[in-house]
T-cell receptor, first 114, second 110 residues
Framework: GAGVSQSPSNKVTEKGKDVELRCDPISGHTALYWYRQSLGQGLEFLIYFQGNSAPDKSGLPSDRFSAERTGGSVSTLTIQRTQQEDSAVYLC????????????FGPGTRLTVL | QKEVEQNSGPLSVPEGAIASLNCTYSDRGSQSFFWYRQYSGKSPELIMFIYSNGDKEDGRFTAQLNKASQYVSLLIRDSQPSDSATYLCAVNGAGNQFYFGTGTSLTVIP
């Protein structure tokens, strides 16, 4: 079956532009997670959805970051007025439910802000 | 203080040896603990999870949890060159946030 998919795989943008990253979780997975991984760093937790709800948005680095999930499926992470420090790999993961042990990760979107 | 701390390594072990990876966490209320493996340029994949104090074994992998010491470890027995990767420790904190360590780079030398 299909795994978690993310698009685009690579995105190069200019400082100040807005970008939108997409995540398509495994069918039936109700929990969805966004992470950011900078070079040589661990995964930084950004936000978690259970269904369409995000109980805790405190992990988002700034108010330039927002995320939504519709229909309990696809999620988009939007970064407004991108900065060079936003350059990283953005990873999405999904799991069967809030207390499910295993998160399945997508291939990531590599964002480069020039 | 970071939520999850790991020795970044690199850790090198000869093929067939035991590799020991360690992780400490700061949130005493954490309930779930995970080890992920990440090959270079790839996404993380789950190896083990553990909830209770003690040891949990799965094939060549053993996860060890000591909540009193806030310490989690992963042992890899009979290490193989294919085990060479970065190993990420993750902890499920309050509010269902997940905190990952920066990872330990392991190289298994043939």
């Amino acid at each position: 079956g299909a795994g978690v998919s993310q698009s685009p795989s690579n995105k190069v943008t200019e400082k100040g532009k807005d970008v939108e990253l997409r995540c398509d979780p495994i069918s039936g997975h109700t929990a969805l997670y966004w992470y950011r991984q900078s070079l040589g760093q661990g995964l930084e937790f950004l936000i978690y959805f259970q269904g369409n709800s995000a109980p805790d948005k405190s992990g988002l680095p700034s108010d330039r970051f927002s995320a939504e999930r519709t229909g309990g499926s696809v999620s988009t992470l939007t970064i407004q007025r991108t900065q060079q420090e936003d350059s990283a790999v953005y990873l999405c993961a999904s799991s069967l439910g809030r207390f499910s042990a295993e998160q399945f990760f997508g291939p990531g979107t590599r964002l480069t802000v020039l | 203080q970071k939520e999850v701390e790991q020795n970044s390594g690199p850790l090198s072990v000869p093929e067939g040896a035991i590799a020991s990876l360690n992780c400490t966490y700061s949130d005493r209320g954490s309930q779930s603990f995970f080890w992920y493996r990440q090959y270079s340029g790839k996404s993380p994949e789950l190896i083990m999870f553990i909830y209770s104090n003690g040891d949990k074994e799965d094939g060549r992998f053993t996860a060890q949890l000591n909540k009193a010491s806030q310490y989690v470890s992963l042992l890899i027995r009979d290490s193989q060159p294919s085990d060479s990767a970065t190993y990420l420790c993750a902890v499920n904190g309050a509010g269902n946030q997940f905190y990952f360590g920066t990872g330990t780079s392991l190289t298994v030398i043939p």
